[in-house]
T-cell receptor
Framework: AQSVAQPEDQVNVAEGNPLTVKCTYS??????LFWYVQYPNRGLQFLLK????DNLVKGSYGFEAEFNKSQTSFHLKKPSALVSDSALYFC???????????WGLGTSLAVNP | GAVVSQHPSRVICKSGTSVKIECRSL??????MFWYRQFPKQSLMLMAT?????????EQGVEKDKFLINHASLTLSTLTVTSAHPEDSSFYIC????????????FGPGTRLTVT
């Protein structure tokens, strides 16, 4: 069965420090991977995606993610965290031509001043 | 970028009444729209997928007679919660896509439904 795991419910990081939000996946076929961010009582905003090509994907707000096929991971990273990055982050995967996104449970990121 | 709007952003209704939530794609034609439900501190639960002009495809466990979805045009989809009960209180989010897989979906800001 297809699945996405975000092993950390919460990540805490000091402002200015690098941050990583982890995501691993299990799909049959080529994965299409996505990161979304959700601010309180808001919908989701697209951050970045991996479809094919370069394993390092750069997205919005200075975020990037690296696709690692051997480890089936797609961790979200940012070199220097901002307090305004505090939000809920969701990883999602779609396999092949499947129309449905499979969602992780989300990771709450708290960036402390 | 592509923008999806939802209306209302927040609604309170009495138990037994029906409420309609609208989802619009403002600057693109949404060939496919999705309706999600989100409980506090939980992930998104896909309720149904609809293609313009076709009947919605509901996920297992979602009552199609309770959650009526209409995707009558390429820019508008509606979700009607019929005979609402307090357990229907939730955050409902719509999403739209203008191209076939594998491209990203665009999300609306969500509607907070409270049934009293």
């Amino acid at each position: 069965a297809q699945s996405v795991a975000q092993p950390e419910d919460q990540v805490n990081v000091a402002e200015g420090n690098p941050l990583t939000v982890k995501c691993t996946y299990s799909v049959s076929g080529n994965p299409y991977l996505f990161w979304y961010v959700q601010y309180p009582n808001r919908g989701l905003q697209f951050l970045l995606k991996y479809i094919t090509g370069d394993n390092l994907v750069k997205g919005s707000y200075g975020f990037e993610a690296e696709f690692n096929k051997s480890q089936t991971s797609f961790h979200l990273k940012k070199p220097s965290a901002l307090v305004s990055d505090s939000a809920l982050y969701f990883c999602a995967v779609r396999a092949g031509n499947n129309r449905k996104l499979i969602w992780g449970l989300g990771t709450s990121l708290a960036v402390n001043p | 970028g592509a923008v999806v709007s939802q209306h209302p952003s927040r609604v309170i209704c009495k138990s037994g009444t029906s409420v309609k939530i609208e989802c619009r794609s403002l600057d693109f034609q949404a060939t496919t729209m999705f309706w999600y439900r989100q409980f506090p501190k939980q992930s998104l639960m896909l309720m149904a997928t609809s293609n313009e002009g076709s009947k919605a495809t509901y996920e297992q466990g979602v009552e199609k007679d309770k959650f009526l979805i209409n995707h009558a045009s390429l820019t508008l989809s509606t979700l009607t919660v019929t005979s609402a009960h307090p357990e229907d209180s939730s955050f409902y989010i719509c999403s739209a896509r203008d191209t076939p897989v594998p491209y990203e979906q665009y999300f609306g800001p969500g509607t907070r439904l409270t049934v009293t």
